[in-house]
Structure formats: C-alpha cells, structure tokens
C-alpha cells in the first residue's frame, strides 16, 4: 500500500480543512473529491429522477466550498460533474457546473465538451503533457473562465537607448532594443545619447516649412511614414519592420487608461523673436485596425479625410511665429497618412518638467471627437516619437525619462492576429489563427540563439520583449486558447 497516496486523498472533513485554512500553507492545487456511492446518487434514488440524498449532500458541502477562505481570497473553480447516467438518451448529456471567482456567471455554451475535454483543460491551467490522442484533441473549456486579474505593464521604465549619436538627415540601426534616434532634413541637428538622457538639438538650416520641418527625435515602433521592405505610406504597420526591432510592450486598446510618465529639460532658455518656430512633443502613432475611416475636422476647417492612422502630439512647449500657445490649445492637420491632432499640454520655456500620468486613453479619445470619428472606434498604439520638431530655430531640449503604464489582461498578449493581415489583428479572441501565427515565426528574432535577420522577427508577437519567437509564446497562446477578453 503506498502510504503516501493514502494520506492524500481527500474526504469531505480534510478538503474543507484545507480550503477554509488562512495559515501562509495554501492548499494543492488540484484537489480532487468522489463521494461514496449514496452521495453521488449511484446507488439511491429511483431511475434517475429522485436523488434527495445527492441532493442534500451537495447543498452541504458546495456552499462550504465556494465560502471558504481560499475560494475568497484566491482565483479557483469548482469543476462538478458525473461519470454517467444509465436513464439518459444515449448515456448523455451529463450535468456539469463550473462555480468560483475565475468563472463566468450564467454563462452556457453550445459547443458539445466531453471528459476529455475535462482533463485537456487541467493538463493547459498547469502547463502539463496531455497523455494520448483522446485528450490531446479533446479541445479546452476556457470559453467557461474569466481572464485573470489585469497585470501593470510599463513600457521601458528607464529610457533605453544605444546609438552615441545621430545627425543631419540620418537614422540609426534598427536591430537594437527600444529609442531609436532620427533626424529628418539635412542640418537640422543631432540626437545625442550621453548618461541616460536622449539631448536632443535642432540647428534648423532655414530650408525647411511647416510643411516639411526639421525634426530630430527618437522613436519606438511602427508608423504610417515607414519606407522599410517598400511599405506604403499609410498602410497597416509592418510590424517586422518597426523603428526597431522590439517595438512597444503595450498593447491596450483601452479597457484600462494609458498613461505617460515623463521627464524633459531646457539645458538654455527657449530663444525668443518673430521667426522663431519650434514643438517639444511626444507623439503617438495610433493604428485603427479595423479599416479606413471617414473624418471631419470639427475644430480647425480642414474639411474631409479619410485615413487607418492617427498621429497625435502632446506638446509641452512650442512656439509659432514667436507666440507661444496657451496650455489647452487644440490643433488638427491633415499630414497626409494621418489624422494630425495636438494637445498643448504645458509651456517649457526654461528649466525642468516632470509630467506624471498624462492620460493617453483621453487623449486618444479627444483625438477621435476632433475629426467626429466615433468613440468606439479601436486604435492600437503603434508608435512613439520624442524630440523637437520647428523651422529656422536652434533650439535643444533633454528627456531624461519617457515611460509608459498600464494595466492589461495577460490574455492581451495572447490576442496576436495574423501576421499576414489576412483579417484584422487583435479581435480580442484568442483562436488557432493566434496559434498558428506564434509556431508560424517560430526561432526567430535577433536574440535568438541562432539569431534572424532584421525584418524576420514581429515584435508585437513577443510576450515578454526578449527579441526572440520560442516556446514561451507558443505556449502562452495556447493556454489561453479560446479566452476573450473586454
């Protein structure tokens, strides 16, 4: 006799015991419970149709289960159900309930689940091997559970960036983790990476416009403007293809707000004088995944256009034709692959700024009511852009911090759609067209042990931003597997 099994086994009076416990010694995780033959009604009752006894037995104890401490205070669930029933047609249907803080309530499915489905959910909650064909095919029932309490999620807390410098109309490798500098236009100045700080500098050549200003910045992410693999400007991101290879770590459409921690100073005063030209901004790229839309400027007579991007800065100290605007002014324009909107969010004319949860959802939302696009409409934070943007201005600005935060469901990072665009990426369902897409880019990424080549690897498929496609992704799509998710 194995000792040890014996004393595992669970009678009513130890099971009890062991969820009802507030001592730090949480229970097992399965535990598992088949009453004798009178209280799982096999051998009382009459065909079937009067079971008093199961029925007394039930109302006993499942109420002890699901007010225990551990069904409190802990995500559990109460799978109940029968191994058969004689006076049913064909042996079925059976009786099946699942109960606890992880499921959904009143909720029923139409999709025909049997034992094997059962244990195929089990073996996926613990990460475990199914054992044979009749498990391994027997699907999951995750349709039946909620998501899991939402997780923080912070975009590059401490400001990574590598390139030493960049200047005049140039850009920097793609093939390394998070900012990426750029200056776009030739002489418009440089992005210096020096002690933790982008020291961003424009030296505008007095060749550029509004319509084509000087610009150095840093980026992380995809935008509309890319020329990368002969992307179209205007069309859905190239994910592969970002302004590096890691991209963004957020992925929130909203069900929980987006927010902006910063950091930025003026190493000298803001110049001042009739030609002087200039926006401190961040700007956030907004991907709309479900299609082209309609728009009509509400705010600044811009007329129509219809666009899949909206680009949208927060501005935090800017001057045009040497008058600085006041904190709240709103603008739109139409830059041609976007919807353009600003929000003048502070006036930096010298010294520092710390800005501490900037509301970007609001943000996002105001950007849609502007051009009368409707609140519903799901836009997927693509890119982000930091940096100085003006004409025939010299003018430098230093962020020593750009972080982004929020809360997300960890099923979130398993919605990752199809990398071939064959139908909209993240429908917030998590189907065989997300598991497919996972073992599709399997091993690749720059960190790879046998690293790819830039433009193999997609970053938003990547769970934890390590840089390379493995088995930790493929098995996290797996095990949410069927979840949807607000």
């Given at each position: 006799m194995?000792t ?30 088949t ?12 065909g ?6 199961e029925?007394l ?10 007010g ?7 995500r559990?669930?109460?799978i ?12 079925g ?12 309530q ?5 999709v025909?689940y049997?034992?094997?489905?059962t ?9 475990l091997?199914?054992?044979?064909t009749n498990?391994?095919?027997?699907g ?12 923080q999620?912070v ?11 960049v200047?005049?109309?140039s850009?920097?490798?793609?093939n ?10 030739s002489?418009a100045?440089?992005v ?17 416009t509004?319509?084509n ?33 890691w ?6 459409f909203?069900?929980?707000p987006?927010?902006l921690?910063?950091?930025l ?7 001042s ?9 961040i ?10 839309l ?7 007579g ?11 800065q ?9 008058v ?31 800005v ?6 609001s ?6 009511a502007?051009?009368?696009l409707?609140?519903?409409t799901?836009?997927?934070l ?7 943007e ?30 071939t665009q ?10 065989i ?5 996972e ?12 690293p790819?080549?830039y433009?193999t ?10 840089g ?12 949410y597997?069927?979840?949807?998710f607000?």
């Amino acid at each position: 006799m194995n000792t040890s099994a014996c004393n595992a086994v669970e009678t009513p009076d130890v099971l009890l015991n062991d969820l009802s416990s507030s001592s730090s010694a949480k229970p097992a995780n399965f535990m598992w419970l088949t009453p004798n033959t009178d209280d799982d009604g096999h051998d009382c009752g009459s065909g079937g149709t009067q079971v008093p006894e199961e029925n007394l037995y039930l109302n006993n104890l499942v109420p002890q289960i699901l007010g225990s401490f551990f069904f409190a205070n802990n995500r559990a669930a109460l799978i109940l159900t029968f191994d058969e029933c004689d006076s049913c047609p064909n042996s079925g249907p059976l009786y099946f309930v699942i109960a606890g803080s992880g499921v959904k309530q009143n909720y029923s499915s139409s999709v025909h689940y049997n034992h094997y489905a059962t244990l195929h959910t089990e073996e996926y909650n613990w990460q475990l091997q199914c054992f044979a064909t009749n498990d391994c095919n027997g699907g999951t029932m995750s349709e039946f559970f909620t998501p899991p309490a939402p997780i923080q999620v912070v975009h590059d807390p401490t400001f990574q960036t590598s390139e030493s410098q960049v200047c005049n109309d140039s850009t920097a490798s793609s093939n390394y983790p998070y900012w990426h500098p750029n200056v776009h236009n030739s002489g418009a100045g440089c992005v210096t990476i020096s002690g933790g700080q982008s020291q961003i500098s424009e030296t505008s050549s007095g060749t550029a416009t509004w319509n084509n200003p000087d610009s150095p910045t840093v980026q992380s992410g995809s935008f509309p403007w890319q020329t990368e693999n002969n992307h179209v400007d205007g069309a859905a991101p190239m994910f592969n293809y970002a302004r590096n290879t890691w991209g963004l770590d957020v992925k929130s459409f909203g069900q929980y707000p987006l927010y902006l921690n910063t950091s930025l100073a003026l190493p000298n005063p803001a110049p001042s004088g009739s030609m002087v030209n200039y926006h401190i901004f961040i700007g956030f790229y907004f991907w709309l995944p479900d299609g082209v839309l309609g728009g009509t400027d509400q705010i600044g007579g811009n007329g129509q256009t219809s666009q899949q991007w909206i680009e949208a800065q927060v501005r935090f100290g800017d001057k045009e034709n040497g008058v600085s605007q006041p904190v709240g002014t709103e603008k739109t324009w139409k830059p041609g692959d976007a919807f353009g909107y600003s929000y003048e969010a502070n006036q930096l004319t010298s010294g520092t700024l710390t800005v501490t949860n900037f509301n970007i959802t609001s943000f996002y939302l105001r950007s849609l009511a502007v051009w009368g696009l409707p609140s519903s409409t799901r836009g997927l934070l693509a890119g982000v852009e930091v940096g100085l943007e003006g004409v025939n201005t010299t003018i430098s600005v230093n962020f020593s911090s750009v972080s982004l935060h929020t809360l997300e469901f960890v099923v979130v990072h398993a919605d990752v759609g199809s990398s071939t665009q064959g139908r909209p990426f993240f429908d917030q369902y998590v189907n065989i067209v997300d598991v497919a897409t996972e073992s599709n880019s399997f091993s690749t990424g720059p960190n790879c042990s046998s690293p790819t080549a830039y433009g193999t690897y997609y970053w938003y498929l990547s769970v934890n931003s390590d840089g390379c496609i493995n088995i930790l992704e493929v098995a996290y799509v797996a095990y949410y597997f069927q979840f949807t998710f607000p």
